[in-house]
């Protein structure tokens, strides 16, 4: 991918994705999490009930709680939704250390579906990059 001024990620296609994919199922069974994602000024919220996204949308309604925060500038987004990321933008975690990038929140709950996370980022990256 190229810089981009802006990221749009398709929520449904990502949705679709996530609850048709095998391994999220199975590393993200049992979990209940809202998840922040933060791209430049652009926020996005997730809810995963029981292993499956119940939503995700774009934007804020004011009232948007949220478990897990993963942020960064839309330059470190395009970079790591590459197919072949450079070193450090292959994980959210890793680019955190890295990079100009930030995961936080209830990391008790990141950390034992570290996983499902990892997958969140692989198909969000697959969706956004069939989208472009």
Do not use: C
Not at 30 to 45: E, K, P, Q, V
Not at 58 to 70: A, C, E, K, S
Not at 85 to 103: G, K, L, N, Q, R
């Amino acid at each position: 991918m190229t810089a981009t001024a802006t990221i749009s990620l398709p929520v449904g296609a990502i949705s679709d994705l996530l609850n048709a994919d095998a391994e999220f199922q199975l590393t993200a069974r049992f979990w209940d999490a809202d998840i922040r994602f933060l791209i430049g000024d652009d926020s996005y919220f997730m809810t995963i009930k029981q292993g499956r996204v119940e939503s995700f949308q774009l934007g804020r309604t004011g009232f948007d709680p949220y478990t897990i925060n993963v942020a960064g500038p839309v330059a470190v987004w395009d970079k790591m939704f590459d197919e072949k990321p450079d070193p450090f933008y292959h994980d959210w975690f890793a680019a955190s250390f890295h990079h100009d990038f930030e995961i936080g929140g209830d990391l008790a709950s990141a950390y034992a579906y570290y996983y499902a996370l990892r997958r969140i980022h692989a198909l969000m990256g697959k969706a956004v990059r069939e989208a472009s």
